[in-house]
C-alpha cells in the first residue's frame, strides 16, 4: 500500500506569516489528493482537493500545489482561526490513506 | 442543507460487536460514495471503509478487514458499518463522510460529528 508522510509534525507561527506544509506519497499518485484542516473537538474539513483546487467557502489564502508524490498546502498571511491540524488524503485506490497530519499553533 | 448524523457508539468489551448508523439527508443518497472514518483519542485520521452509491464495490482499510462490513440502504438514506471481534485499539470517533467526485477528483465534502465507541473491559 501507499504511504502518506507529512512535514512538519507541528509547526508555530505569527498571524501574518506564510506557511507551507508539506504531503509525500510512497509512490505515484497523480493529483488526487486532499487536504482537511481539522480543529479541536470538531469533525475535519475539506480545504483543497484535486491536489490544488480550492473548495467552495474555503478562503483564498489557503492554496495547493503538487502531482505525482509531492506536494504543498499554504497559508498565506496566518490567521487566528486557522490554528488547526491539516491533514492530507490520497484518492488514487484504496485505502484512502491519511497523512499523520501537521498541527499549526499561532504565536 | 447537507445534514450526515451518526449514532450506535458505545462502551464495549473486547471481543463483541457493534453496528453504527449514519442517516443523510439534504442529498440524493443513492449518488455518492461513503466513507467511514476514525480518530483514536489524541491521535490522527484512520480511513476505514468505502461503499460506492450502489453498494456494489466495498473496501476496508486492512486494520478492521474480516472484522467489519459496511452496507447501506439507499431506500433509507442510511449508511452502517458492522464492527465484530472489537478491539481495545478499535476505540475512536467514527466519522461518516460523504465522498463526491468533480471532474476526476474524490474527496471527502460533509463529514458527521462523530459517535464515539469505547472498547474497554
Known amino acids: 500500500d501507499i504511504q502518506m508522510t507529512q512535514s512538519p509534525s507541528s509547526l508555530s507561527a505569527s498571524v501574518g506569516d506564510r506557511v507551507t506544509i508539506t504531503c509525500r506519497a510512497s509512490q505515484d499518485i497523480s493529483n488526487f489528493l486532499a487536504w482537511y484542516q481539522q480543529r479541536p473537538g470538531k469533525p475535519p474539513k475539506l480545504v483543497i482537493y484535486?491536489?490544488?483546487t480550492l473548495q467552495s467557502g474555503v478562503p483564498s489564502r489557503f492554496s495547493g500545489s503538487g502531482f505525482g508524490t509531492d506536494f504543498t498546502l499554504t497559508i498565506n498571511s496566518l490567521q487566528p482561526e486557522d490554528a488547526a491540524t491539516f491533514y492530507c488524503?490520497?484518492?488514487?485506490?484504496?485505502?484512502?490513506?491519511f497523512g499523520p497530519g501537521t498541527r499549526v499553533d499561532i504565536k | 442543507e447537507v445534514q450526515v448524523v451518526e449514532s450506535g457508539g458505545g462502551l464495549v468489551k473486547p471481543g463483541e460487536s457493534l453496528r453504527l448508523s449514519c442517516v443523510v439527508s439534504?442529498?440524493?443518497?443513492?449518488?455518492?460514495?461513503m466513507n467511514w472514518v476514525r480518530q483514536a483519542p489524541g491521535k490522527g485520521l484512520e480511513w476505514v471503509s468505502f461503499i460506492s452509491s450502489s453498494g456494489s464495490s466495498v473496501h476496508y482499510a486492512d486494520s478492521v478487514k474480516g472484522r467489519a462490513t459496511i452496507s447501506r440502504d439507499n431506500a433509507k438514506n442510511s449508511l452502517f458499518l458492522e464492527m465484530k471481534s472489537l478491539r481495545v485499539e478499535d476505540t475512536a470517533i467514527y466519522y461518516c463522510?460523504?465522498?463526491?467526485?468533480?471532474?476526476?477528483?474524490?474527496?471527502?465534502?460533509?463529514w458527521g460529528p462523530g459517535t464515539l465507541v469505547t472498547v474497554s473491559s
Open positions: 484535486g491536489a490544488s
Open positions: 439534504g442529498f440524493i443518497f443513492n449518488a455518492y460514495g
Open positions: 488524503q490520497k484518492f488514487d485506490s484504496a485505502p484512502f490513506t
Open positions: 463522510a460523504r465522498e463526491a467526485t468533480l471532474y476526476g477528483d474524490y474527496f471527502e465534502d460533509f
